[in-house]
Nanobody, 118 residues
Framework: QVHLVESGGGLVQAGGSLRLSCAAS????????MGWFRQAPGKEREFVAA????????YYVDSVKGRFTISRDNAKNTMYLQMNSLKPEDTAVYYC???????????WGQGTQVTVSS
């Protein structure tokens, strides 16, 4: 079994920064890709960023490129999302997810709320 726990959400003014963390525990030996998704009220969940766990290659949705940075600490089994220059439209519940033991996002965290005020 795998558990993913997010932390670091909160309320910030537009232009501010937050750093989200996602700690993985359990059977994480076969981690291929970890990613961040978000879901705003009344909208579908959308992909934000992902990182290849072995190579460190990163991928971003266009709307966050240049503002968000995804990273990982393999030794701590932890993934991060540094969010700078936050905008009100970034307000959402942010979820981390893992392709662990398969090439599907089978594992999800409980989510952490990010609210950006204008």
């Amino acid at each position: 079994q795998v558990h993913l726990v997010e932390s670091g959400g909160g309320l910030v003014q537009a232009g501010g920064s937050l750093r989200l963390s996602c700690a993985a525990s359990g059977r994480t030996a076969s981690t291929y890709v970890m990613g961040w998704f978000r879901q705003a009220p009344g909208k579908e969940r959308e992909f934000v960023a992902a990182i290849n766990w072995s190579t460190g290659s990163t991928y971003y949705v266009d709307s966050v490129k240049g503002r968000f940075t995804i990273s990982r600490d393999n030794a701590k089994n932890t993934m991060y999302l540094q969010m700078n220059s936050l905008k009100p439209e970034d307000t959402a519940v942010y979820y981390c997810a893992g392709q662990i033991g398969s090439y599907r996002y089978d594992y999800w965290g409980q989510g952490t709320q990010v609210t950006v005020s204008s």
